[in-house]
Nanobody, 127 residues
Framework: QVQLVETGGGLVEAGGSLRLSCAAS????????MGWFRQAPGKEREFIGI????????YYGDSVKGRFTVSRDSAKDTVYLQMNIVKPEDTAVYYC????????????????????WGQGTQVTVSS
């Protein structure tokens, strides 16, 4: 069973930076996809970005493109979300997700493509 644990959330001022981590365990992740989503109160879960584990290829949602970066450390089985130039509208619970197959950009935003989810970490951006 795959387990995902997110850490690094907290309060940050607008314009600042924050890095989230997602520690994965339970199996090897070759050919997996690792994704980040977020959900604000009263809104649907929103796609942020993915990294395909074997290739390192990344893909991002339009709302964060150019500001957020997804990366991985294969030795630590950890995925990161570097958040730069944060805005108040980035306030949400951030979730790490894993899927059993690497994804093309056209289907990466769909929640159904992911098999495992972390518990989420709160990020609050003050104005």
């Amino acid at each position: 069973q795959v387990q995902l644990v997110e850490t690094g959330g907290g309060l940050v001022e607008a314009g600042g930076s924050l890095r989230l981590s997602c520690a994965a365990s339970g199996r090897t992740f070759r050919n997996f996809v690792m994704g980040w989503f977020r959900q604000a109160p009263g809104k649907e879960r929103e796609f942020i970005g993915i990294i395909n584990w074997s290739t390192g290829n990344t893909y991002y949602g339009d709302s964060v493109k150019g500001r957020f970066t997804v990366s991985r450390d294969s030795a630590k089985d950890t995925v990161y979300l570097q958040m730069n130039i944060v805005k108040p509208e980035d306030t949400a619970v951030y979730y790490c997700a894993a899927g059993r197959r690497e994804l093309a950009p056209s289907i990466a935003p769909y929640v159904i493509e992911y098999d495992f989810w972390g518990q989420g970490t709160q990020v609050t951006v003050s104005s």
